[in-house]
């Protein structure tokens, strides 16, 4: 009796033992586990304390970009062609039926009071399409044609200026009070948690270029890259603004070579992108040499586990209404590495009547453009808003 007794107590201690053996390995697994996916999303942005949303985006959208490329337009709620702020429009929705999946911004004239932008654009109605885009699943980014900091001119004042705004140049602390100004803007950009809004940032864009007072002819090397570590140390470290994702954008083309001189390095990157209008100009038409070039970035970018993009491009007034198919989507198939590129952003529909011109870059419905842009967003590797993974919540793709 006292044996079976025994035997049957040893039985179940037995069993104890088992049972806490297995749920501890479960707990471990678990834990393992999530640690693994913390590690996936938490050691990528160059932004340690970057939001929850802004790691999880980069994750995410380094992730789709294996296999999808998203399509943006720039100022695309903002106006059209032939119309202006009206709630709910879009050029891109109305030829091709659907939003784009990215949104480009642009801040020219935030360092000075007043309410719109260079391109007449109203600051605060920018926060609400940036929430609005947010909110219907669409990734945000900001491109920022800054003054000149010593002339007070604007950004094709090549007027070199960037020393001036450096530690102790002469514009030091205005320089500072513009960053001042982004960094409240940036911060006041929130969804309707409250949480803040992830922003692709590509500051001192085209920088292989000499049009712009930061560009290559206008600054040496070492100011440049301290332009650049100086703006995310600023932005990052003394006004804690951690809802950014920094997008290096220097311009292609026959500048291409200089790609890497200034490359500000991998912490203070995020994103290698590419701005490139002259390849498709009539004359030039490198479509297979672009291809090469965004095939390159996504190899550099493979190599610094980080994302290419190609930021900003297109053909002004679309003169080949087939530029999409018969351009574009080469440039971005072509050589299949460049298919690796997370985005590509056509640049923005000027208003004509504002503007007296025909500076538009994405198709409007009146134009010849539109059937051919359809056919653009119908391809497989081609993502518009309507077929967009959720990119804000973790494994959502
Ligand atoms: C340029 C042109 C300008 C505009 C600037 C900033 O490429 O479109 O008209 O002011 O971008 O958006």
Redesign the pocket.
Known sequence: MQAEKQQKQNLKKGHMKNFIIVLSIGILAMACGDNKSKTNVENLTIDEQATQETKVLYYNLKKLAKTKILYGH?DDLAYGYSWWAEPGRSDVKESTGSYPAVYGW?I?DLRQDVEVT??SVNFESIKDWIKEAYERGGINTISW?MNHPVTDGDSWDTTPGVSAILPGGAEHEKFNTWLDKFAAYVKDMKGENGELIPIIFRPYHENTGSWFWWGDEQTSVDDYVALWRYTVEYLRDKRNVHNLLYAYSPNGGRLFEKYMEKYPGDDYVDILALDDYGSFMNQQNNTEQLSNDLAQIVEWAEEKNKIAAFAETGLEALTNPNWFTESLYPALTINPKAKGIAYVLT??N?NFEKEQRD?FYAAHPDHESASDMKIFRDKELIVFEDEMPNLYTKNSN
Request: aromatic share 10%; no cysteine; net charge negative.
């Open positions: 720039q642009e020219g260079l391109d044609h640049w923005r000027a500076h």
